[in-house]
């Protein structure tokens, strides 16, 4: 009876183990950004998208809407398949002939609601392969969903303002985050292993590197998207 109660609580433990949390670890850093970034990344019409002068609440929401501002640091893992969940109120504003935010970054799946917080009618659509669409000309006040299954970027314009653009950032993971304005960001609860970090800034692209954490510790990753 003792042999059969301990092979019992034996199995039980092994079953509390297999189940026991991995280490979760944080990633702390910071991006060195230029400072000369273009505001706006307009198109090759730029000829035609001039507009009457920006008013005030219109240059506080490009200040905001920086592309320094909306760098996203993104870590990747290699040694196992990540569970990921939709991104819960994923968001796509237009206020003030712009899209807000510059850069949206989501998990691969989820639903983006596009809204129209201005006071003038526009649209929204994407030329991007395997996320080829147009929503169409919404009124003020109006949103339309739409799921974004492509990995990757997703380009957004409006066909009614040729300044208008804005990103996409389908991601393959949960452990992601936005740098805030002087560039630090941290993410936490990722288990131990072998990471591939991403960042990616919309006027500068994609940086890679890698990175290993372990132990359930901080620890420090800085980047540099400042070319030499």
Known sequence: MRTLLSIFFNVILLLNTADAPLNKNKIVGKIAIPTEVPLLKRGSNQKYCEEEPASPRKKQIDQENHPNRHVVVSFHPLDF?????????????QMEKTFVPKVLPI????????????TEVHNIFSMTPRATFNIGRRQPGKSVPQ????????????DIHCGMNASILSLDTPFFTKANASGNYEVDGLPDGNYKVQVYHYSLGFVEDNITVKGGGVVTKNLNLVKP
Do not use: H, W, Y
């Open 81 to 93: 398949k990540a569970t990921i969940s939709p991104t819960t109120s994923a968001i796509m504003n």
């Open 107 to 118: 998990t691969q799946g989820s639903t983006v609601e596009f809204l129209n917080s201005d």
């Open 147 to 158: 799921l974004i299954q492509k990995l990757g970027l997703v380009e957004l314009r409006c």
